[in-house]
């Protein structure tokens, strides 16, 4: 795999891009750690994953990971206040029957596989309800779960011919915080989940973590 990726890394354009694209997520989560941060960083930041995902095949990794990820979070949490104890099983089976289709999928790439999840797709927007509301001057869908939205757009990297934007969706859902001291964006509380993507990204493309490819960068401050 770390062949065949650093090949793709030449193709993109050399790997040098990458690194530079990837260290800069680092660089921004050792400011939100260390810095005196009075308002939120702007979530565009993660804007270049779209071309990190050059193709189909790298979306599909990065939304099987972090559903996977997504799927941590849900074992550590207890039951939505929104939710009964059966809708919250509910939507954690769902999680794990997605996270076994995408991976017989990437395996086997086949029209039943994205039939199947398509028709997660449908099972997820019945499951997050019809509570729509003008906010100004615009229809805004209120979700039951955060945790199926992040799935959503994680299976939306395998059925949209728009994965890279898809892929930026689900990055953002998944790294954005929001505090009233701080506002919406990249905040201190981002930062664990921001290294999770830049480390993604660095094994995916290079073969090492973090750690072995940016270690000064690493130290923490």
């Known amino acids: ?14 790997a040098k891009p990458i690194a530079t694209k990837i260290k800069k997520w680092v660089e921004t989560a050792k400011q939100l750690r260390t810095e005196n941060i009075i308002f939120a960083l702007p979530i565009t930041r993660l804007t270049s994953i779209k071309s990190l995902c050059q193709d189909e095949i790298a979306a599909e990794h990065f939304a099987l990971y972090l559903s996977k990820q997504v799927q941590k979070q849900t074992k550590d949490a207890s039951c939505p206040s929104n939710l009964s104890p059966s809708e919250w099983e509910i939507h954690k089976t769902l999680i794990a029957d997605a996270i076994a289709i995408k991976e017989r999928y990437i395996e086997n790439p086949t029209y039943e596989g994205k039939q199947s999840l398509q028709r997660l797709l449908r099972q997820i927007d019945e499951l997050q309800g019809d509570d729509f509301r003008n906010v100004h001057w615009t229809t805004v869908h209120f979700v039951k779960s955060g945790y199926l939205l992040k799935l959503e757009y994680a299976i939306r990297c395998f059925t949209e011919r728009d994965f890279p934007y898809y892929a930026y969706k689900l ?51």
């Open 171 to 221: 990055a953002r859902e998944y790294t954005e915080s929001y505090e009233p001291r701080y506002g919406s964006g990249l905040i201190p509380e981002s930062v664990p989940r921001l290294l999770e993507v830049a480390e993604f990204w660095c094994n995916y493309y290079f073969g090492q973590n973090l750690n072995q490819k940016f270690p000064q960068l690493m130290e923490k401050g």
């Open 1 to 14: 795999m770390k062949q065949k990726n650093t090949q793709a890394a030449n193709a993109y354009g050399g």
